[in-house]
């Protein structure tokens, strides 16, 4: 695998699933933006670099690691993250899972954990497993947002091992929004229509941060250029070495315990339940994929979204597909692998058998981790 660090030289503009370009619309940026806006960016650059892209838009050529639009090679993204140049190095940062809250009750940072609970006798929900999520509060707040987890933070996180504020760092720091105003051109004359004025919140990060990317399949160039996002505004890619966080699994194999992470969006055929999971009549939910089996026993889930893009072979929307959001997350129970097994779903992440979706796996969908489970009060 090779690991690349992102930089953009300019404001990006990375577009969501909104239309925007009518007079008076407004389009926002996400960041950071899903990973097939990685994957598209780079797979450009290695087009650009060996071949002819209007035949390969075409299949009329064969690229040895992309393949062709309709049949892709063994090109995947398998990992993408802000990141940031610290002391030397470039350290990805990771987005707080769903099962971690941030509060200040008293001005200062406060990171606790839901944890999978028994739910009381007589008390009923709509939730269809056996335990329920829960944060134990003396006091009811909102949860602070705008803060991603540094690599030791997500090492904490994947150990099971307090959080501490030092393992935060806030939006604010890594970036701003710039807004910008778009004027309509006439498609036939390329003229200026009058009247036809839009605003784009494009995102500008500060020195020194911007992306990393892990790419399988594919040899790419030490040092290179991108069109990264709208418009193709310019960034530069560079290979860099990445000391990736990796969860324990000899300690999950052991304790046949853990919890499934999504680390970017996922797109399940049976909606909210990862790939790999079937339901019986006893409303048990069970989990076999890549060698591993195990129980679903509780689910901490953000709001679905909606991934969409645009085909620049075919000229063409992607098709809108609803998905599982980045951090959502998994608990499993009687876990039934192998350390070997374990790291196999966790390389893999959540696709069946090869040639499945095979754009998507490309572009770095369903990727997930596995994080330990020592603190779990009540089980069954």
């Known amino acids: ?49 060996d071949g002819n892209a209007a035949a390969f838009a075409r299949s009329e050529t064969r690229h040895p690691a992309l393949g062709t ?8 993204l398998t990992a993408f993250h802000l990141a940031r140049k ?11 899972p769903a099962d971690t809250v941030i509060d200040a009750p008293e001005g200062k940072l406060e990171i606790r954990r839901l944890r999978p609970i028994v739910p009381a006798d007589g008390l009923s929900s709509s939730k269809p497993l056996p335990l329920l999520p829960v944060l134990a509060q003396a006091n009811r707040s909102k949860p602070r947002t705008g803060y991603w987890l540094t690599a030791a933070g997500w090492r904490a996180y994947l150990d099971d091992v307090a959080i501490g504020p030092d393992h935060l760092v806030a939006s604010e720091s890594l970036w701003k929004y710039d807004l910008r105003v778009g004027i309509g051109l006439s498609a036939r004359t390329r003229h200026v229509e009058e009247g036809k004025l839009f605003s784009v919140n494009t995102v500008a990060l500060k020195p020194g941060n911007g992306f990393v ?37 000899d300690f999950i194999a052991r304790t046949r315990r853990a919890r499934l992470v999504l680390t970017s969006p996922g797109l399940f055929d049976r909606g909210w339940l990862p790939t790999g999971m079937s339901s019986s009549d006893d409303r048990t939910y069970r989990f076999s994929l890549h060698g591993v089996r195990a129980r679903l026993v509780c689910a901490a889930l953000n709001r679905a979204e909606v991934i969409s893009g645009f085909d620049l072979a075919k000229r063409r929307p992607k098709p809108a597909l609803r998905a599982v959001p980045t951090g959502s997350v998994f608990w499993l129970d009687e876990i039934d692998a192998a350390p070997a097994d374990l790291r196999k779903l966790a390389e893999t992440g959540l696709w069946p058998a090869e040639h499945h979706n095979d754009a998507r796996r490309a572009e770095g969908f369903n990727r997930i981790t596995l994080a330990l489970d020592r603190m779990r009060e009540h089980h069954v």
């Open 1 to 49: 695998m090779t690991s690349v660090f992102i930089e953009p030289q300019d404001v990006l503009a990375l577009r969501g699933n909104k239309l925007f370009g009518e007079p008076g619309s407004y389009g926002e940026s996400l960041v950071p933006p899903w990973p097939s806006v990685a994957a598209g960016a780079i797979r450009s650059m290695m087009l650009a670099r």
């Open 69 to 76: 639009p309709d049949e892709p090679g063994p090109f995947t």
């Open 86 to 96: 610290q002391h030397n190095c470039i350290e990805p940062l990771f987005a707080p």
């Open 213 to 249: 990317a892990r790419v399988l399949g594919a040899e790419l160039p030490s040092d290179g250029m991108l069109r990264f996002g709208g418009d193709g505004r310019s960034a530069r890619m560079r290979a860099v070495e990445i000391d990736w966080p990796l969860p324990d699994f």
